[in-house]
């Protein structure tokens, strides 16, 4: 495939047509509570209400479709711990092709039970090595020994085809000219596929990346004037985290991309939390991005038509405490010291009185008495009511004689004892 693909009008209506076999348009949602706080017509496509909860089974049914009969015979051959995977395995319970799955070991329970129960008997799972590149590794080479096909998440114009019936959905379906759309990225397949429709279609709309501020491939490489392979990424945002995007979506995103906005894990945790509590909207990391990138738009969004996609929904409850403890921490509110307390009765209960304030909590204690010495660390977490109290909070320590030390601060020390 050349470098100077691009997908056309023509290739999106067709991968539409073949999606029609199985899928119906997710809804288009207007938001009251993000359009009143942003001064602009929110609108929300839904993407985490599909049949696999993701838009991946777009692009995985699309590609799978057009296979042989001999491709098809051989079976295909996918790498993914997520959302990908569950496509494929719908895809091919639906077209009656054999597929193998490889996933790594530390994959959630959830997660294989999930791909397992929509591929049925036609999927194999197969966990394998640590990370997602070590079963990526042994996937393409099952593919090569036994001539299978590999199913890209991404890499791969008809799946990128596939996640662009997203934006001929958008345009059929609103009813106003849609002046920015707000799109998440991982490998560059949705971004590049809706991007390249808006151009042929609505040249004005601005098409906004957005990126997890700790996996930042598709920014770097867009800087860089070509793909780079990230070192380390912060894999929180499972759904958008990706040391290195595909080498088509990054020709077509050059192209289609106006700007990348990088949103940090904390705030995305935030946003989980604000859609839970507020809209009963259940997101996965990857599917609170576009929303969570609205604060660093605000100004130049009011008044305007924003579309935000929301990619998926495959949350695991067992992140919950996770997700809040993140979110507590990036808006200032969750705090943790090591405190070295007097050696003495009645100490922690001076600390109680004197030093923390009516509406702060301890949230954490670990202490454990030495009587041969003066003092005795304790680790402590205080959760406040509003940041703009911790100043005074460390205040009165300092003046009540209790030392400390930041813990908040210390990424090390932080990692090993959170």
């Known amino acids: 495939m050349s470098q ?7 290739d999106v209506n067709k991968a539409k047509l073949t999606l029609n076999e199985i899928l119906t348009g997710t809804p288009l949602s207007d938001n009251l509570n993000l359009s ?6 929110i609108i929300l496509k839904r993407e985490d209400l599909q049949i696999v909860r993701s838009y991946k089974i777009r692009g995985a049914y699309n590609k799978i479709k057009s296979l042989s009969q001999e491709q098809r015979d051989k079976g295909i051959v996918c790498a993914s711990a997520g959302n990908h995977a569950q496509g494929v395995a719908y895809s091919c319970q639906k ?3 054999y597929g193998k799955i490889y996933m790594p070991v ?24 640590d990370t997602y590149d070590a079963a990526s590794a042994e996937a393409k080479k099952d593919c090569e020994e036994n001539h299978k096909t590999f199913i890209h998440p991404f890499d791969d114009p008809l799946i990128i085809e596939g996640q662009a019936t997203v934006a001929l ?6 009813s106003c000219p849609i002046d920015y759309v707000f799109v998440p990225i991982g490998g560059g397949g949705l971004v590049s596929g809706v991007g390249s429709y808006f151009r042929q279609l609505s040249p004005s709309t601005k098409i906004i ?12 490489s867009l800087e860089a004037g070509h793909v780079v392979e990230l070192d380390d990424i912060n894999k929180f945002v499972d759904g958008a985290a990706v040391k290195r995007v595909g080498d088509l979506p990054f020709e077509v ?5 106006d700007d990348i906005i990088l949103v940090p894990e904390g705030h995305v945790c935030t946003k989980i939390l604000d859609l839970y509590n507020q809209e009963a909207i259940v997101v996965e990391p990857a599917g609170a991005l576009s929303i969570a990138a609205l604060d660093y738009y605000a100004d130049k969004i009011k008044g305007k038509n924003v579309v935000c996609i929301v990619s998926g929904s495959n949350n695991d409850i067992t992140r919950t405490e996770e997700i809040k403890e993140r979110s507590l921490l990036f808006e200032g509110l969750k705090h943790y ?10 100490a922690l209960r001076d600390f109680v009185q004197l030093v923390l304030g009516p509406r702060d909590d301890i949230t954490h204690f670990e202490y454990t008495k030495k009587t041969n010495r003066e003092t005795g660390p304790a680790f402590v977490g205080i959760e406040l009511a509003d940041k703009h109290d911790f100043e005074a909070l460390v205040e009165r320590m300092v003046e009540n004689g209790f030392s400390y030390e930041y813990v908040n601060q210390k990424p090390n020390l932080f990692q090993y004892l959170i």
């Open 169 to 174: 959905e958008i345009i059929q379906q609103a």
């Open 337 to 346: 010291f090591i405190i070295r307390f007097p050696n003495r009765p009645g």
């Open 36 to 41: 009143e706080q942003f001064g602009a017509r």
């Open 253 to 257: 995103s050059k192209k289609v991309v």
């Open 95 to 97: 077209l009656g092709i």
């Open 4 to 10: 100077a693909y691009f997908p056309s009008l023509q």
């Open 106 to 129: 530390t994959t959630p329970r959830q997660k294989i039970k999930q791909v397992q129960m929509f591929g049925k008997e036609y999927i194999e799972t197969v966990l394998f090595g």
């Open 209 to 220: 990346g957005v990126e997890p501020a700790g996996a930042p491939s598709m920014k770097t």
